[in-house]
């Protein structure tokens, strides 16, 4: 299985502070079909996870540009600017290029 | 909007059978391939099982071949896992989930497999 390393673990931002978010692959995550299948997603506190980023780079409808995305391969981050209350949670990358399906163990943004 | 509300979960003994439900509106649900992400408590998201737009393909972790079966009503746009010979380990949240990018989640239903 594929396997995604987040780091950090937990990140402490002030409130308008950015934060980045590293998700690293075991192996490539480029498909077959020249698509790259890195999503990132929000989980906060009793709540289902939320879409942010899909496709390495791509906001969800609704995401506002304060979230981005970026990388390539096996390197992804996510970057999170002026960041806000409503951003606190734990953040997971999922890989959909190889079965099974693997997410990161996820990072904790927590206010400072 | 899209809707996934899921259904069927409870308190279950090791080795017993439950059988999840997931209702979908919102959106022309023969269109999309669905998926089951579970989440034990205080821990990440696991990957369950995912199931093609017309039924015809099916996905399963590992740990759960052979015990889960995933499938769809089109005419219901109902989503279904079927879990036999429950563990422990099979304690979660489970979502169910829309799409090739999962863009969209249901609220969850706690599974607890205890005697």
């Known amino acids: 299985d594929v396997v995604l390393t987040q780091t950090p673990v937990s990140l402490l931002i002030s409130l308008g502070g950015q934060a980045s978010i590293s998700c690293r692959s075991s192996?490539?995550?480029?498909?077959?079909?020249?698509?790259?299948?890195l999503h990132w997603y929000l989980q906060k506190p009793g709540q289902s996870p939320q879409l942010l980023i899909y496709?390495?780079?791509n906001r969800f409808s609704g995401i506002p540009d304060r979230f981005s995305g970026s990388g390539s391969g096996t390197d992804f981050t996510l970057k999170i600017s002026r960041v806000e209350p409503e951003d606190l949670g734990v953040y997971y990358c999922?890989?959909?290029?190889?079965?099974?399906?693997?997410f990161g163990a996820g990072t904790k943004l927590e206010l400072k | 909007e899209v809707q996934l509300v899921e259904s069927g979960g409870g308190l279950v003994q090791p080795g017993r059978s439950m059988k999840l439900s997931c209702a979908a509106s919102?959106?022309?649900?023969?269109?999309?391939?669905m998926a089951w992400v579970r989440q034990a408590p205080t821990k990440g998201l696991e990957w369950v099982a995912t199931?093609?737009?017309?039924?015809?393909?099916?996905y399963y972790r590992d740990s759960v071949k052979g015990r889960f079966t995933i499938s769809r009503d089109n005419a219901k746009s109902t989503l279904y896992l079927q879990m036999n010979s429950l563990r422990s380990e099979d304690t979660a949240t489970y979502y169910c989930?829309?799409?090739?990018?999962?863009?969209?989640w249901g609220q969850g239903v706690m599974v607890t497999v205890s005697s």
């Open positions: 989930t829309r799409g090739d990018i999962t863009t969209h």
């Open positions: 496709q390495v780079s």
């Open positions: 919102g959106f022309t649900f023969s269109n999309y391939g």
């Open positions: 999922l890989q959909r290029t190889h079965n099974p399906p693997t």
């Open positions: 199931i093609s737009y017309d039924g015809s393909s099916t």
């Open positions: 192996q490539s995550l480029v498909h077959s079909n020249g698509n790259t299948y």
